[in-house]
């Protein structure tokens, strides 16, 4: 069974860092992308960047470059979205997906919630 | 960057009522057009795939058409459980993107 499965909700201060993580099973990890998307309070869905686990190649959305930083760990399965420094427009719900890119988005994390306040 | 427009916005619509969601592509994304449905507190879902492919186990009350910059979500006789925000997304090319939404409530 393919599985997505996110780490906990977090609540943080502006300023500080933060690194959440997907660990992915049920399926070859190199056979797909791993995505981002982050949908603000009340908000829509908006993409954040995807990689593949198989050579880290990442691919970042413009509104995103250089403020968060996507990563994988091939050999435990996980990805990971990171920020050196929260500030309060990161409040949001993080869900990361199974994509190849070319597809539709066939499984979904189940989001981890960052709330950034101080 | 694609960009995906939505319309409406928010629409109220009466139970068995039809509903159409439109979503057009700022370019030609020739059918790689999606469509998901997303309830409160959930993870969004996977409607519709490539325009009008249906998808396992989603209810047949559910269709897509289009293909080019123009596309449409359709809800044949609307039911209680379809209250939701449904999205477009679009796979056509990188950066991926998503439409901004629209939510509809049951009347």
């Known amino acids: 069974e393919v599985q997505l499965v996110q780490s906990g909700a977090e609540v943080k201060k502006p300023g500080e860092s933060l690194k959440i993580s997907c660990k992915c099973s049920g399926y070859s990890l190199t056979s797909y992308w791993i995505g981002w998307v982050r949908q603000m309070p009340g908000k829509g869905l908006e993409w954040m960047g995807i990689i593949y686990p198989g050579d880290s190649d990442t691919r970042y959305s413009p509104s995103f470059q250089g403020q968060v930083t996507i990563s994988v760990d091939k050999s435990i399965g996980t990805a990971f979205l990171q920020w050196s420094s929260l500030k309060a427009s990161d409040t949001a719900m993080y869900f990361c997906?199974?994509?190849?890119?070319?597809?539709?988005?066939?499984?979904w994390g189940q989001g981890t919630l960052v709330t950034v306040s101080s | 960057e694609i960009v995906l427009t939505q319309s409406p916005d928010f629409q109220s619509v009466t139970p068995k009522e039809k509903v159409t969601i439109t979503c057009r592509a700022s370019?030609?994304?020739?059918?790689?057009l999606h469509w998901y449905q997303q309830k409160p507190d959930q993870s969004p879902k996977l409607l519709i795939k490539?325009?009008?492919q249906s998808i396992s186990g989603v209810p047949s009350r559910f269709s897509g058409s289009g293909s080019g910059t123009d596309f449409t979500l359709t809800i044949n006789s609307l039911e209680a459980e379809d209250a939701a925000a449904y999205y477009c997304?679009?796979?056509?090319?990188?950066?991926?993107?998503f439409g901004g939404g629209t939510k509809v409530e049951i009347k």
């Open positions: 997304h679009q796979s056509s090319s990188l950066p991926l993107t």
């Open positions: 370019q030609s994304i020739g059918s790689s």
């Open positions: 997906v199974r994509t190849t890119v070319t597809t539709p988005v066939d499984y």
């Open positions: 490539y325009a009008s």
